[in-house]
T-cell receptor, first 116, second 114 residues
């Protein structure tokens, strides 16, 4: 069984500052993938970044970076230089690779509000 | 990234009617698609896995006779909410894996049952 924990229900961040969203996970799989998605008020789920459990480098995609600490089972998302358009709900998700079903387990989400 | 569409984006129906929601992969083929349900301010809950050419796999607690899934082709999966009731009102969103690891989501369908 896989479990994703996001302990921050909501966060406020000043425009142009960086923000870190916490995500911890629990799995018995040796190989797994970690994802972050952004969900604005429109409801669509936007893929942001992916980290494989065997990837040695932390993933980065533009202003998004994933702080992967495997021993601590954490996969925090860092958004640098926050913009007003970053206001949204953010979900951490995980896929174990013990099966081929591509199923994702999601955390509860963190709502980010960027202030001007 | 891959593009997944959903139709309709909004639907309002009377209690007792059935509602069909379509999920299409526009620029890739998807032998597997997923259907999720999301209540306001909550996370996504996986309802079922749609498999092209075979029966859908439902998650525990999801009524298969209530939520009918048909994966008619490599680019289309449909979710039919049969005899909808107000408690079925929710945000339904589909996804499909592409590129090995990543799942791409449709824009979602908001269902309101009166």
């Amino acid at each position: 069984a896989q479990k994703i924990t996001q302990t921050q229900p909501g966060m406020f961040v000043q425009e142009k500052e960086a923000v870190t969203l916490d995500c911890t996970y629990d799995t018995s799989d040796q190989s797994y993938g970690l994802f972050w998605y952004k969900q604005p008020s429109s409801g669509e789920m936007i893929f942001l970044i992916y980290q494989g459990s065997y990837d040695e480098q932390n993933a980065t995609e533009g202003r998004y970076s994933l702080n992967f600490q495997k021993a601590r089972k954490s996969a925090n998302l860092v958004i640098s230089a926050s913009q007003l358009g970053d206001s949204a709900m953010y979900f951490c998700a995980m896929r174990g690779r013990s099966s081929n079903d591509y199923k994702l387990s999601f955390g509860a989400g963190t709502t980010v509000t960027v202030r001007a | 990234g891959a593009v997944v569409s959903q139709h309709p984006s909004w639907v309002i129906c009377k209690s007792g009617t059935s509602v069909k929601i379509e999920c299409r992969s526009l620029d890739f083929q998807a032998t597997t698609m997923f259907w999720y349900r999301q209540f306001p301010k909550q996370s996504l809950m996986l309802m079922a896995t749609s498999n092209e050419g075979s029966k859908a796999t439902y998650e525990q607690g999801v009524e298969k006779d209530k939520f009918l899934i048909n994966h008619a082709s490599l680019t289309l999966s449909t979710l039919t909410v049969t005899s909808a009731h107000p408690e079925d009102s929710s945000f339904y969103i589909c996804s499909a894996p592409w590129g090995g690891e990543t799942q791409y989501f449709g824009p979602g369908t908001r269902l309101l049952v009166l």
